[in-house]
């Protein structure tokens, strides 16, 4: 390892270790009212069993903050268990008061995955590799373990979307999530959307995928996510999904330079408009969707799989949840 590799690692290390330190509770808390609220209204049942694995699982899934936090992106998260509530809106849960067994194998109706450093800018090539690799290893276990329609919400580094493959490439990362799921949507938080801390300021994502019902197949063809381009002006790829769903940026996208030359992404939201925000692009991807599984009902139906969770008809009753705000028309950025 040359010295300039050595330095990135070293500044890797100090990013994770004021991720690690850093109290992210308030922010984890309001995104598992936005997750259970989305998932409730695409069709999640009471009592369904859910997982959350990660960074703030404990939070995510409903209970209180676990006092100890992950220190480094190497290591693994305690996953919390727990079933879906009686009850609307969050944070009615049963909760299950023990951590979920390391190999809880599902099959789960709602799983979350919070990647650990999902706000830091990695620098070194090792860092950055693993970090895509392992998420990458974490969705797919958790497609694996989903019941048939199941929800994965996936919070991650804005890096895991925008390297998708680029256009016109054939590497995609994605193509095994894509023989068994649909990519529903995303919306990109914006920097220190979880965490204050200078070196915590990657913008991330939150990204909800579906499981295929058996005799069902795809709701799109293609890919399960949409390809990449290099960002106009900089040296950085981004993902095409927002290209067409520039309202799911919760912030203005720039790229900055760092001390070692390097560009980085930003998302910039300097009066905190993103909590205001989010409920929007989260109804809007729901509305999308769900007028897709009511029409696909019959066709479960037909094919003996009207228990899967994708044939499930929206709750009635659910944007009457959502805090007045939410009814208010998105801020100009």
């Given amino acids: 390892m040359d010295r300039y590799e050595e330095q990135l690692v070293d500044a890797d290390r100090r990013a994770m270790a004021a991720h ?40 995510l899934i409903g209970t209180t903050p676990v006092t100890h936090p992950t220190a480094s992106m190497w290591d693994r998260s305690v996953p919390w268990q727990a079933q879906t509530p009686p009850r609307w809106p969050y ?27 999902l706000d830091v800018h990695v620098r070194s090539m090792a860092a950055w590799s693993y970090q895509q690799r392992r998420f990458h290893e974490e969705l797919t276990t958790a497609l694996d373990r989903s019941a048939p329609g199941g929800l994965v919400f ?8 925008d390297n998708a493959g680029l256009e016109g490439s054939a590497r995609t990362p994605w193509e095994q999530a894509g023989q068994v799921a649909d990519f529903l949507g995303a919306a990109r938080l914006p920097s220190h959307a979880l965490r204050t801390e200078d070196l915590c300021d990657a913008p991330a994502d939150l990204m909800i995928f579906r499981r295929h019902t058996p005799g069902l197949g795809s709701l799109s063809a293609g890919l399960v996510v949409p390809r990449s381009q290099w960002m106009p002006g900089a040296g950085i790829p981004v993902t095409t999904y927002y290209r067409s769903h520039r309202e799911h940026v919760l912030g203005l996208p720039m790229t900055q330079t760092d001390q070692w030359d390097l560009e980085q992404l930003a998302v910039i939201d300097t009066k905190r ?9 989260l109804d809007q991807i729901t509305r999308t969707h769900t ?3 009511e029409t696909r009902t019959v066709a479960a139906l037909d094919v003996g799989s009207a228990s899967g ?5 929206v709750h009635a009753g659910v944007g009457s949840d959502r805090p007045r705000q939410a009814a208010d028309p998105v801020p100009p950025l």
Wanted: charged share 5%; no cysteine; net charge positive.
């Fill in 20 to 59: 690690a330190g850093a109290d992210a509770t308030s922010g984890h808390q309001f995104l598992a009212g936005q997750i259970w609220h989305t998932a409730q209204a695409l069709g999640v049942p009471t009592g369904a069993d859910v997982l959350a694995v990660g960074s703030g699982s404990a939070q």
């Fill in 91 to 117: 944070p009615a849960f049963t909760v299950n008061h023990q951590p979920a067994a390391p190999r809880a194998g599902g099959p789960f109706a709602v799983q979350v995955i919070s990647q650990v450093g």
């Fill in 154 to 161: 996936a919070l991650a580094n804005h890096s895991i979307l």
């Fill in 273 to 281: 408009t993103w909590q205001h925000r989010l409920p929007h692009v």
């Fill in 291 to 293: 007028s897709t599984a």
């Fill in 309 to 313: 969770l994708a044939s499930r008809a």
